[in-house]
């Protein structure tokens, strides 16, 4: 079993920034780690993710160049840097981890086996 504990939601005026983490116990070996949002009545959308050994990264269309992910390893944690945030980034962010996530559809969140239970962003427009 892996724990994952997102932190670092919050308000912020269109344009900003913020900082999500995601915490991990528990198990440690997975192969990738993503965020993905909730997307009522429908499969969660993908927003970035990142190969944790070898630290490749992958990012949805809407964000590329404006969201960065990364990882510490040593501290087991996951981070989802995000600037010049627009109103229609307003959702809750989800962290997900999986130890058999293949490349060619990690967008999708049947990858996952293991998800926490979401950080609230909200940007002001």
């Not at 504990?5 to 192969?31: D, P, Y």
């Not at 429908?42 to 992958?58: H, L």
């Not at 307003?90 to 962290?95: F, L, P």
Request: glycine share 10%; hydrophobic share 35%.
């Amino acid at each position: 079993q892996v724990q994952l504990v997102e932190s670092g939601g919050g308000l912020v005026q269109a344009g900003g920034s913020l900082i999500l983490s995601c915490a991990a116990s528990g198990r440690t070996f997975t192969n990738y780690r993503g965020w993905l949002l909730p997307a009522p009545g429908k499969e969660r959308e993908f927003v970035a993710a990142i190969n944790w050994s070898g630290g490749s990264t992958y990012y949805a269309d809407s964000v590329q160049d404006r969201f960065t992910i990364s990882r510490d390893k040593a501290k087991n944690k996951m981070y989802l840097q995000m600037n010049s945030l627009k109103p229609e980034d307003t959702a809750v962010y989800s962290c997900a981890a999986g130890f058999r996530v293949r490349v060619e559809v990690l967008a999708s969140p049947r990858e996952y086996m293991y998800w926490g239970q979401g950080t609230q962003v909200t940007v002001s427009s």
